[in-house]
């Protein structure tokens, strides 16, 4: 399998870490102590889980997000992957792998579920053997393991259930070959995630919508990014009452909504999109008010 080459269901593959990963994990403005303890839910796995896994309450190296859109589970996922590479570098390189949730077909009896079985069992542990650590990201999880106590077997194909079971146990059988892999998977809903999946997360991590607070330096970060490409907007970027005034503003908005909301100040007039500098603070006002937002 060459990193050209994806193998089913997997939609990309990366070597970590790599220059261009790093960023978005700085960008995320979480309560204290979230990254630290992500990170070392990350490190404890790739770095001890072969000595752990004699263990009878071995990890199974499984970290849940669960969240609603737009409040950064797929990019601390991703930043999850390129910072524990990043501390494990001196030990060698890490693949990230993507796993694509939705190109498991239930259209064929049987079918689901035997790919879900070639992923955890061929898939996964072949890639996991090319470089010393192994990081694989699962958004959207309960597209793959659908909580089978609520899906009805009307509505539902019985290989939904089955693809659910296939699920499990790949992950105890993945944990047996692979001990220090670790898996992150994300979720909206996780109510829809089935109960035996979430109880072997060692970790279940819940994001929720920025505060005022949070959304002041969301507001900060991406005026700030702004101002790298275009220096006129520095003195914008650095006016703390008008981000505290814009933050008022973005009141209930999601942190990707917060930041398309500063993008969308440089759309307010054309000649701030041809010419990025001139934008104003009350191109900033109007893009974040909430009835122009929608
Ligand atoms: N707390 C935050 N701090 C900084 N940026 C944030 C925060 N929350 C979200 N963002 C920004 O919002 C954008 C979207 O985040 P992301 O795609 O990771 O969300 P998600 O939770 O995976 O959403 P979905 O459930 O829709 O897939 C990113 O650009 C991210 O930087
Ligand atoms: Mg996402």
Redo the contacts with the bound molecule.
């Keep these: 399998m060459s990193e050209r080459t994806l193998p089913p269901g997997v939609i990309g593959l990366h070597a970590l870490p790599s220059d261009h990963h790093d960023g ?1 994990w700085d ?4 309560p204290a102590g979230t990254k630290e303890r992500l990170l070392g839910t990350a490190l404890l796995v790739l770095r001890q889980g072969r000595l752990l896994s004699g263990l009878s309450g071995a990890p199974h190296g499984l970290i849940m997000l669960a ?1 609603p ?8 996922a991703q930043g999850l992957a390129q910072a524990a590479a990043r501390k494990m570098a001196p030990r060698g390189a890490t693949t990230l792998v993507e796993v694509d949730p939705h190109a498991f077909p239930s259209d064929m009896l049987g079918e689901s579920q035997r790919a879900v079985s070639r992923l955890f069992l061929d898939t996964l542990p072949e890639i996991a053997a090319r470089r010393p650590h192994t990081v694989v990201v699962i958004d959207e999880v309960e597209a793959l393991a659908v909580r089978r106590s609520s899906a009805s077997f009307e509505t539902n194909p019985v290989d939904v259930h089955r693809a659910t079971d296939a699920v499990l146990s790949g992950l105890d059988q993945l944990r047996a070959q692979c001990p220090n892999l670790v898996l992150v998977a ?1 979720t ?1 809903f996780i109510d829809a995630v089935d109960e035996a999946v979430l109880s072997r997360a060692d970790l279940v991590m819940n ?1 929720t919508l ?1 505060d005022e607070d ?1 959304i002041e330096q ?1 507001v900060a ?1 991406s005026l700030t990014e702004l101002a790298e490409q275009w220096t006129g907007l520095m003195p914008l970027a650095q006016d703390a009452d008008l981000r505290a005034e814009l933050a008022k503003g973005l009141r209930g908005l ?3 909504r917060v ?1 398309k909301a500063i993008l969308g100040a440089l759309t307010v007039r054309t000649e701030v999109a041809l010419d990025p500098n001139r934008l104003t603070a009350d191109d900033l006002r109007r893009a974040t008010q909430l009835d122009y937002l929608g």
Excluded: E, H, Q
């Design positions: 978005p960008s995320m403005i979480v969240g859109p737009g409040t950064g589970k797929t990019t601390l994300t909206n994001t920025p949070v969301i970060s999601d942190g990707r930041r």
